[in-house]
C-alpha cells in the first residue's frame, strides 16, 4: 500500500524538525520519489506474470536497470548545521574590527564565500543559519565604513570625468 504525500511530508518534518524549510522539502522530494520507486517495484511482479501468462516477458526476466541519471555515485549527504553547531554568537560575531565565523570560530577581516565552502555551506545558508539579513555584509563595520568611503570617491571622480568630457574648458 503507497504512502500518501501527506505521511510522507510529516515522517521527513519530524525527521529533520531543526533543520531549514529547504532542506526539509529536499528531502521530502527525495522521499516522493523513492516511494514512486518502491511502488513501481512492488507492481513490476504483478504485471510481469500477467505478461508471461499471455507470451509476453518470462516472470524470471531481469529488472529493468535504472536511468542513466541514477548510476551516477551517491554524493555523501551534506552536514546540516543547526544553531546548536554554532561555536560563535552570530550577535557578537561581526564587530569594528573583524568577523568570526560562529562555525569554526576562526577570525577575519571579511568572511568569503571560499571560506564557508569549506565547510560546505552557501553565503545564504550561513546567513540564514545566523539569523542576518540577506543585505547583511559578512565583514568588520570598518572594513564596511572603508568600502563605502572608496565607492563614493569612485563614483564622484566619474561623474568629475564625465563632467570634464562634456564641458572642455
Do not use: W
Not at 87 to 105: K, L, N, R, S, Y
Amino acid at each position: 500500500m503507497p504512502l500518501e504525500d501527506k505521511d510522507i511530508f510529516n515522517a521527513v518534518f519530524d525527521k529533520y524538525r531543526d533543520q531549514p524549510i529547504e532542506f526539509v522539502m529536499a528531502q521530502y522530494e527525495k522521499a516522493k520519489l523513492l516511494n514512486r520507486d518502491i511502488e513501481r517495484r512492488l507492481s513490476a511482479p504483478a504485471a510481469g506474470q500477467d505478461a508471461a501468462g499471455q507470451g509476453g516477458l518470462p516472470a524470471t526476466a531481469e529488472p529493468q536497470s535504472p536511468a542513466p541519471e541514477e548510476k551516477s555515485a551517491p554524493q555523501p549527504p551534506r552536514k546540516r548545521f543547526t544553531k546548536k553547531d554554532l561555536v560563535a554568537d552570530p550577535e557578537t560575531a561581526i564587530t569594528d574590527d573583524g568577523i568570526t565565523c560562529c562555525i569554526c570560530g576562526q577570525r577575519f577581516n571579511t568572511l568569503t564565500a571560499r571560506h564557508l565552502k569549506n565547510h560546505d555551506i552557501s553565503v545564504e545558508e550561513y546567513k540564514y543559519l545566523c539569523g542576518y539579513t540577506s543585505a547583511q555584509k559578512l565583514m568588520s563595520f570598518n572594513l564596511a565604513a572603508t568600502m563605502a568611503r572608496n565607492v563614493q570617491k569612485a563614483q564622484a571622480a566619474r561623474k568629475a570625468r564625465l563632467q570634464e568630457r562634456e564641458n572642455p574648458a
